[in-house]
């Protein structure tokens, strides 16, 4: 009996822990697709003031993740602004004094679905010189039509949209996206795994179950005689 439920509920965890599993590698393949690159909708970004910034900081384990699934990719665009517009990434240290005395939008929130921005704004009256004319930048791309990808790595940064001559009032239809290398053959490997790990859950939970309880053995009936002497 004791060995009987020691079956069944080493059955019911492991279902439970590979039908978790299955979810999970699932839940990748499907949101990264075979490309592996996550991308949200083209949203509108807007601003009335010289740029809008987003924070970055303490980005650390790149190198490890990498050596996993392979250094994951940003991938930023930006269409329909009937100006050029400059989009970049760079130091944060250098970003935050190149925009000294601006005036910006400091991002401080954004969820996707709906799409909502919510920003910080900082007054200033000093007009940068033109973003592209600066070298600190990691990746940048200027155009009315523009993008860039950056492999991400260690450190803090700050995302940056600003009009290409820095003048004020922003406003472009913007798309994000994020290339994990291999998170499409992981997931399909975690889904896998689960879905073998679920079934022999399943297997020794069918055993456990079809298992009778040995019959206790007879006790042997000793029957006594009379001794009779002669």
Same mark, same amino acid.
């Given at each position: 009996?004791?060995?009987?439920?020691?079956?069944?509920?080493?059955?019911?965890?492991?279902?439970?822990?590979?039908?978790?599993?299955?979810?999970?590698?699932?839940?990748?393949?499907?949101?990264?697709?075979?490309? @592996?690159?996550?991308? +949200?909708?083209?949203?509108?970004? !807007?601003?009335?003031?010289?740029? *809008? $910034?987003?924070?970055?900081? #303490?980005?650390?384990?790149?190198?490890?993740?990498?050596?996993?699934?392979?250094?994951?990719?940003?991938?930023?665009?930006?269409?329909?602004?009937?100006?050029?517009?400059?989009?970049?990434?760079?130091?944060?240290?250098?970003?935050?004094?190149?925009?000294?005395?601006?005036?910006?939008?400091?991002?401080?929130?954004?969820?996707?679905?709906?799409?909502?921005?919510?920003?910080?704004?900082?007054?200033?009256?000093?007009?940068?010189?033109?973003?592209?004319?600066?070298?600190?930048?990691?990746?940048?791309?200027? @155009?009315?039509?523009? +993008?860039?990808?950056?492999?991400? !790595?260690?450190?803090?940064?700050? *995302? $940056?949209?600003?009009?290409? #001559?820095?003048?004020?009032?922003?406003?472009?239809?913007?798309?994000?996206?994020?290339?994990?290398?291999?998170?499409?053959?992981?997931?399909?490997?975690?889904?896998?795994?689960?879905?073998?790990?679920?079934?022999?859950?399943?297997?020794?939970?069918?055993?456990?179950?079809?298992?009778?309880?040995?019959?206790?053995?007879?006790?042997?009936?000793?029957?006594?005689?009379?001794?009779?002497?002669?």
């Amino acid at each position: 009996m004791v060995k009987r439920t020691i079956i069944m509920i080493v059955g019911i965890l492991l279902f439970i822990v590979g039908a978790s599993a299955a979810v999970g590698g699932g839940a990748l393949t499907v949101i990264f697709g075979s490309d @592996g690159t996550l991308t +949200s909708a083209s949203e509108p970004l !807007s601003t009335s003031r010289s740029a *809008l $910034v987003a924070t970055m900081d #303490d980005i650390e384990g790149t190198s490890g993740f990498a050596s996993v699934v392979g250094r994951p990719t940003l991938k930023m665009s930006v269409t329909g602004a009937g100006r050029d517009v400059f989009i970049g990434v760079g130091p944060a240290k250098a970003v935050e004094q190149y925009l000294t005395g601006s005036s910006i939008d400091r991002i401080t929130d954004l969820e996707v679905d709906p799409f909502k921005l919510k920003t910080a704004p900082r007054d200033g009256s000093a007009r940068p010189a033109a973003p592209a004319s600066q070298t600190f930048w990691t990746a940048h791309a200027t @155009g009315p039509t523009a +993008s860039f990808d950056w492999k991400i !790595s260690d450190g803090s940064y700050r *995302l $940056v949209v600003m009009n290409a #001559d820095a003048s004020p009032s922003v406003n472009a239809n913007s798309r994000l996206g994020l290339t994990v290398p291999h998170v499409f053959a992981i997931g399909l490997g975690i889904l896998i795994g689960g879905v073998l790990i679920a079934l022999v859950g399943i297997g020794l939970f069918i055993v456990a179950i079809r298992m009778r309880r040995q019959p206790r053995s007879a006790t042997p009936v000793t029957t006594a005689y009379p001794v009779t002497s002669r």
